[in-house]
């Protein structure tokens, strides 16, 4: 039988791999609005919203109380820690997903748009980035660290080259502003969504190595991640 | 120069080695805690640095420890003289049955000085230091047995400061005190390193992340992690030292 510290850590483990994979979904139906694709009622999706707000308040508490009660140090310690800004990160995803679901009904001509500048494969990219993120948190497994890294950079060049031609389109014609207003939004937030995948992939490599590597160029992290075995 | 260097120190109760190839120095004016499950060695070590240890029968040792790089195990070593520069507070507060100014002036008594104005200086200097002053200068003439446990533990330091050491040994001085009396004598503990060398044995692990400078990991008799006490806390370099801290050990 574990100790009573491991219980609550691994409760705690729980509860975030249960709130990453309702933000997993969020992301999907997010995707899936996004490229015109059936998406889950609305009702649903405001469920599952409730359900990650009612869970990070959960985290929270759950932490408090090992704190409280335990006076967590070393690995524990930083388990705990990154549980803790990990279950922020995951909310504000989940925020984004209902954010770009409500913004994609609002984009005219969308499919045309979204074929015309590439962004069905940001989209898709964004959905691996968070599947990926949970599987690393799961698994801690530094190579996947090490890929998050990188597809959020791919990411990050693709919205930005995107978000250009946007521009310059609706400079060309004005029919487009709203419907190409409306895109910038959305990629921003599926660039948000790829960063605080990112930021979750730092935390589990902090939990793992105790070095915190947020606010490092990508370049340093990609040395790290090409040391990691 | 380290204040304190022990160098592959192997120490033996009869057949029982109880100490094995331990290596471990301390800077002067830091405080060391030393960590470790029931039985590892911590508390021989520890009484090793006075020759606490010579009072028990048919014990040995082997290695050298150097204060101020002179051998205290060396054939010259004037015993009185080393404990009087390493002072010792023990687990329970032992104040000797005598008023509360006896008890902080016998030991300077013991060691010759016969000087009232001196006697009296240091006793009020000693008790300062402890800051117990304002609890008992109204009643210095009170029997020691007349404070609460926390009070008479500080006595019982200001008792070992009296005699002016420079190491301060302490075996788990706050495990008989209740938290605010604890939180009292770790407060001491800070204020007194930034004139002595403090070496501490400890089983709370908080304790040692809240007083001391560098922490030494025991078990079985062999250190096991030496290292900075934010770093043994945070990230200890050995599992061994990771499961012990973090209560999964065993």
Not at chain 2, 227 to 232: N, P
């Amino acid at each position: 039988m574990g100790s009573h510290i491991e219980t609550e850590l691994e409760k705690l483990k729980g509860i975030i791999i249960k709130i990453g994979n309702l933000a997993e979904s969020q992301v999907t139906e997010a995707v899936k609005a996004l490229l015109s694709e059936p998406v889950t009622e609305g009702k649903e999706v405001k469920k599952t919203e409730n359900k990650i707000d009612r869970l990070d308040v959960k985290i929270d508490e759950v932490c408090q109380s090992i704190f409280a009660l335990h006076q967590p140090v070393a690995s524990d310690l930083r388990f705990i820690m990154s549980a803790m800004q990990i279950s922020n990160e995951i909310e504000r995803i989940g925020d984004l997903a209902i954010s770009i679901i409500k913004k994609s009904k609002n984009i005219k001509d969308k499919h045309d748009l979204i074929v015309k500048f590439s962004i069905v494969d940001i989209a898709r990219q964004v959905e691996t980035i968070t599947i990926k993120t949970n599987e690393c948190f799961l698994t801690r497994n530094e190579s996947t660290i090490g890929e998050i890294f990188i597809l959020n950079n791919t990411i990050k060049n693709e919205s930005d080259e995107a978000i250009h031609n946007i521009i310059n389109e609706m400079k060309i014609n004005s029919k487009t502003v709203v419907s190409g207003t409306n895109l910038v939004i959305v990629l921003k937030h599926l660039e948000r969504i790829s960063e605080h995948c990112t930021n979750i992939a730092e935390y589990v490599y902090f939990m793992i190595n105790a070095k915190i590597i947020k606010h490092e160029k990508f370049d340093d992290k990609k040395f790290d991640s090409d040391n990691l075995d | 120069m380290h204040k304190i260097e022990s160098k592959n120190i192997n120490f033996y109760y009869g057949e029982t080695q109880a100490l094995h190839d331990v290596s471990l120095s301390m800077k002067e004016n830091t405080v060391t805690a030393l960590i470790g499950p029931s039985g590892c060695g911590k508390s021989t070590y520890l009484r090793l640095l006075n020759r606490m240890n010579d009072l028990i029968d048919n014990t040995n040792l082997t290695g050298s420890i150097l204060i101020d790089g002179q051998d205290i195990y060396a054939k010259n070593t004037n015993v009185d003289d080393l404990r009087k520069n390493v002072g010792m507070v023990f687990q329970k507060p032992n104040p000797f049955p005598k008023s509360i100014f006896e008890n902080v002036a016998y030991g300077l008594k013991v060691n010759g000085i016969t000087d009232k104005k001196i006697i009296e200086e240091r006793v009020i200097t000693s008790i300062e230091q402890v800051a117990l002053w304002g609890e008992v200068k109204d009643k210095l003439k009170k029997s020691a047995f007349e404070l609460s446990g926390g009070q008479q533990q500080r006595l019982c330091i200001a008792r070992a400061l009296a005699i002016q050491p420079s190491i301060l040994l302490m075996d788990e001085p706050t495990s008989a005190l209740d938290p605010i009396s604890t939180s009292k004598i770790e407060e001491l503990i800070y204020e007194l390193k930034n004139k002595y060398t403090i070496v501490i044995v400890t089983h709370n692990m908080q304790q040692a992340g809240r007083v001391s400078d560098t922490t030494a990991f025991f078990y079985m008799g062999e250190l096991i992690e030496y290292d900075k006490t934010k770093t043994i806390f945070t990230k200890p370099s050995q599992k061994q030292t990771e499961d012990y801290i973090t209560g999964r050990f065993g």
